[in-house]
RNA sequence: GUGGAUAUAGUUCAGUUGGCUAGAACGCUAGAUUGUGGCUCUAGAGGUCGUGGGUUCAAGUCCCACUAUUCACCCCA
């Protein structure tokens, strides 16, 4: 017996109704908010990533599914969608297309790790990347987004947010943060001395004691943002609290990917009921096309954990919309089914969703496969019917049953 | 990468201080007179007790190793 892999999942088909959703809800979002699908391949050079990601990250120092091609090429299995997104952006000079340009995809990402509750080595992102727009209100527009997404299944998460700076502010704010961590780095845990050299934001976002105790009276980002940088942030807070989006400002909020600037934000289970709280994240990445080769080009995405999304629904005990809905099976008592499939055959090519007996089951055995499969209606064909021409419906919510000739079927079951 | 827990039927689990042909519930299949589901009743199928080794007259039960699963940390969605 050969096993699944560590760390991924089987969608089966008595689950698979929450992904239709899932992508009945992002279809809607995309229909309201003008947005346009893109699809990149699953893999991509490594090279992509350790730029794109930062070398830094956990994400590309120990977590990306990589291997040698036949071609002697290194490859990546992609671990998050926005790289993927940037590279062909400017491959395919997207900065020609009408700006702003609103994208979405939907994809799965790999990361190698250990599993755990809402962990995978391979999960699902739905993410959204806005190119070419650098103003407040679109900062605001992507999180209103965001936040109707999660609205359509029924939830309202906290989304934290904070504001890194721009390239200036953020400067002179990193180099503060060194002179105050400096004397402290001996107490400091040992990630968080590699951290005082690779990325010394990090440090906030540690969660050993020591380091939490040293970081309390660490400088804080407000605190150095230039003028331009806070009126933007201020107006960000604003138009979110006018939209009535569940927001938080967290000070300490860092997030584990390079490419962002100014804008990050992270959307939370305060219940915690999940083990791993972050329901999606995201940020601003004004640099990251310009890092990878391109023109200048300011971007805002985020992206959201399906599996996740739908964990929690199911901790919450919130029901997901099904798309699963039988309208009638097709029973048979006569000896050939020739008529049964001829029926059912017209039903279906009148849009009736409709199932038939394949078997030599008795009807009585019918009856309970209908009533097992959800069927709402059960149409028994036979040979009294196909004399009389005369069909018994059986509503079997309802228990009722009717008779209908043949041509008064399918607005039965369609109405 | 670090630490903890678990492994018995399709599923969830019980199985006492080691002791006869390893159980339950749910699910599945069939039946309860003539063409009708759900509820109820009856019967049936289904297990090399994760794998390998050890202790013992005797191991699902004790010990060791391996494997798998799971939870947590780091980090992330």
């Known amino acids: 017996m050969i096993n699944i892999p560590k760390g991924t999942k089987d969608v089966l088909p008595s689950e698979s109704y929450k992904w239709h959703e899932v992508e009945r809800v992002v ?35 120990k ?95 906290t989304v934290l947010i904070n504001n890194l700076g721009c390239a200036e502010c953020r400067k002179k704010y990193v180099e503060t943060l060194k002179e105050y961590f400096k004397p402290h780095i001996g107490d400091m845990c040992p990630d968080c001395g590699k951290r005082f050299e690779t990325n010394p934001l990090r440090i906030l976002d540690c969660k050993v004691d020591e380091c939490k105790a040293i970081n309390k009276n660490a400088p804080k980002i407000t605190d150095y943002l230039c003028d331009d940088c806070n009126s933007r942030f201020n107006k960000l807070k604003k138009l979110l609290k006018n939209a009535n989006v569940n927001y938080k400002f967290e000070p300490m909020l860092v997030r584990g990917l390079d490419y962002y600037t100014n804008l990050i934000f992270e959307f939370i289970d305060e219940d915690k009921k999940l083990g791993q709280n972050a329901l999606g994240g995201g940020g601003r990445y004004n640099n990251l096309v310009e890092e990878l080769g391109g023109k200048p080009m300011p971007v805002i995405g985020f992206g959201i954990g399906i599996e996740r999304l739908l964990i929690y629904l199911e901790n919450k005990g919130i029901e997901v919309n099904s798309d699963e809905h039988l309208n009638v099976y097709v029973a048979n008592a006569c000896e050939d089914l020739t008529p049964v499939i001829e029926i059912t055959k017209m039903l279906r090519d009148n849009g009736v969703s409709a199932e038939m007996n394949l078997t030599d089951r008795s009807l009585k055995a019918q009856f ?48």
């Open 63 to 157: 977590e990306m599914y990589t291997f040698v091609d036949k071609g002697n090429r290194s490859i990546t299995l992609k671990p998050e969608g926005t790289a993927g997104v940037a590279r062909s952006f400017i491959e395919n000079s997207l900065y020609n297309e009408p700006l702003p340009l609103k994208l979405y995809y939907i994809t799965p990402c790999f990361r190698y790790e250990r599993p755990q509750a809402g962990r995978l080595r391979q999960h699902t992102q739905f993410g959204s990347e806005w190119f070419g727009v650098d103003s407040p209100e679109a900062d605001a527009e992507i999180l209103m987004m965001a936040s109707d997404f999660y609205r359509s299944f029924g939830i309202n998460p």
């Open 368 to 415: 309970k496969y209908a009533d097992k499969i959800k069927a709402e209606n059960v149409l028994v064909v036979g040979d009294d019917e196909l004399k009389s021409g005369k069909f018994t419906i059986k509503n079997l919510k309802e228990s009722k049953q009717t008779t209908l000739t043949k041509n008064e079927l399918v607005k039965y079951f369609k109405g």
């Open 27 to 61: 279809r809607d979002l995309k229909h309201r908010y003008n947005l346009h699908e893109i699809k990149t391949p699953m893999f991509e050079h490594t090279e992509l990533f350790i730029r794109g990601v930062g070398k830094s990250t956990d994400i590309v120092n």
